[in-house]
């Protein structure tokens, strides 16, 4: 355990408070106190028709409570106490409230962050006017009614045998279902799913006062209910082939403005991995998609000069993960760079990289032990680890099982996991190619 560093920056230690899991970490350097809420809810456990709750509540909890007045008294407590840094997001099945503080303001700012647990106002005012925000987050992202329409067509194609996680297209929800959702609502979601049971407490950062903040947390605790834990996530096993293998549209037809330049992305959507049962493949594939982000480059940049940039890299959430691997060239490299791609696809799962691989395992480990991790990069790994894994995921634990991928492991692991019909291409081209 002590190999590569002699004190694991990912090492927390695990205690409760008042039965609530609670994880923090002292690092006497640190100049600041990182503090993470993090419950057991999310999106998917938005009733139907009521879609976006989650990530409503998640906004309407920080617009007041017995301790803060209104949403302008709360950004001048973030402003004083927290640096500006006090926020909450929710994901598929994460809700957080974060933020940071000086070492000597971290029992108020848990006082006010559990406030918002506790007493949220809830004022019918503020849930309407909040509506009309998140409705205009909505369309920022997703634009115009024709590329929500592109975008829910690509989702279904891609997770077209998972129909739990396509009722919704993002915690947002959509349009009708947050205009549906009522100040009662909120709170009804606020007293089944803000409660102890789903509660994890992470704290990084120089915790000289440590007795004082348990001893907060503890009070607060007090006065949150234990209630009944959230549904666990449904964690995909298997994830079937995509009904269409190739989209290829121009900017304009979706509902985007034009660029001078196409995009390719290719996608597949892997099953989560058990962290006790799977972590030689979990080590495999962090390894694979950097030589495969390596190779891409290579391929389309270096040696064909198809486009600037280049590269694949990986997403992991709570019920599956993901590889992407993408590039921006001009229209007419498009059919050419897409035959590279499955050239690369198909020659890993045929071991024909073996040179690459071995001359890139030791600078990709390299790479990985020399990264700067602040208290901030630190807590997130943790709060991830748990959320995704069920435990923590030490980083010496991470590089032994890394040191120990052999080329074979990279070729079954793609023979298995990554044929080549599972991709999705995603095209988008310019209105016309100059």
């Known amino acids: 355990m002590t190999k590569y560093f002699k004190e694991d920056p990912y090492v927390f230690t695990e205690d409760?408070?008042?039965g609530v899991p609670f994880y923090y970490k002292h690092i006497s350097t640190a100049p600041c106190v990182h503090i993470k809420l993090v419950f057991d809810y999310g999106?998917?456990?938005?009733?139907?028709?009521?879609?976006?709750?989650?990530?409503?509540?998640?906004?309407?909890?920080?617009?007041?409570?017995?301790?803060?007045?209104?949403?302008?008294?709360?950004?001048?407590?973030?402003?004083?106490?927290?640096?500006?840094?006090?926020?909450?997001?929710?994901?598929?099945?994460?809700?957080?409230?974060?933020?940071?503080?000086?070492?000597?303001?971290?029992e108020h700012v848990l006082d006010v962050f559990f406030s918002s647990v506790i007493s949220p106002k809830f004022d019918p005012e503020a849930v309407e006017s909040e509506k009309k925000v998140i409705v205009q987050e909505l369309w920022r992202y997703y634009t115009n009614e024709t590329y929500l329409k592109y975008l829910i067509t690509l989702r279904k194609n891609n997770l077209f045998d998972c129909p739990e996680l396509l009722r919704t297209n993002s915690v947002i929800g959509w349009v009708d279902?947050?205009?549906?959702?009522?100040?009662?609502?909120?709170?009804?979601?606020?007293?089944?799913?803000?409660?102890?049971?789903?509660?994890?407490?992470?704290?990084?950062?120089n915790l000289d006062n440590l007795e004082d903040i348990k001893n907060t947390i503890l009070i607060n605790l007090k006065q949150v209910s234990v209630g009944k834990k959230s549904e666990i996530p449904n964690l995909l096993k298997t994830i079937g082939k995509p009904k269409e293998n190739k989209y290829e549209n121009k900017y304009i037809d979706i509902g985007l403005?034009?660029?001078?330049?196409?995009?390719?992305?290719?996608?597949?959507?892997?099953?989560?991995?058990?962290?006790?049962?799977?972590?030689?493949?979990?080590?495999?594939?962090?390894?694979l998609v950097l030589v495969i982000s390596d190779l891409v480059f290579e391929k389309l940049r270096t040696e064909?000069?198809?486009?600037?940039?280049?590269?694949?890299?990986?997403?992991?959430g709570v019920?599956?993960?993901?590889?992407?691997?993408?590039?921006?060239?001009?229209?007419e490299c498009i059919d050419k760079a897409i035959s590279l791609i499955h050239e690369i696809i198909d020659g890993?799962?045929?071991?024909?990289?073996?040179?690459?691989?071995?001359?890139?395992?030791?600078?990709?480990?390299?790479?990985?032990?020399s990264n700067e991790r602040v208290t901030d990069d630190i807590l997130t790994s943790v709060v991830s680890s748990y959320t995704n894994y069920g435990e923590n995921i030490l980083l010496n634990n991470v590089i032994e099982e890394m040191?120990?991928?052999?080329?074979?492991?990279?070729?079954?692991f793609a023979k298995e996991y990554l044929p080549l019909d599972r991709f999705v291409f995603e095209i988008l081209k310019p209105k016309a190619v100059k």
């Open 43 to 106: 999106a998917m456990h938005d009733e139907p028709g009521l879609e976006g709750c989650a990530h409503f509540l998640e906004h309407v909890i920080l617009k007041g409570s017995d301790l803060i007045e209104d949403e302008k008294a709360y950004r001048e407590f973030s402003n004083k106490y927290t640096l500006g840094t006090a926020n909450a997001n929710t994901s598929l099945y994460k809700l957080q409230i974060i933020g940071k503080c000086l070492p000597q303001d971290a």
């Open 319 to 331: 019920t599956f993960q993901n590889i992407v691997i993408q590039s921006k060239l001009n229209s």
């Open 348 to 369: 890993v799962a045929k071991g024909m990289f073996e040179e690459k691989f071995n001359n890139n395992k030791e600078l990709i480990i390299k790479r990985f032990i």
């Open 177 to 205: 279902t947050i205009e549906k959702n009522t100040p009662e609502d909120l709170r009804k979601a606020k007293d089944r799913f803000l409660v102890k049971s789903n509660l994890k407490i992470f704290i990084a950062g």
């Open 403 to 412: 040191e120990k991928v052999t080329y074979q492991d990279t070729v079954d």
């Open 16 to 18: 409760s408070v008042d």
């Open 257 to 287: 403005g034009d660029e001078e330049q196409a995009s390719i992305e290719a996608e597949i959507i892997l099953p989560i991995f058990d962290l006790k049962k799977d972590s030689k493949k979990i080590a495999t594939l962090r390894l």
């Open 304 to 316: 064909n000069k198809l486009c600037y940039s280049a590269g694949a890299g990986m997403g992991s």
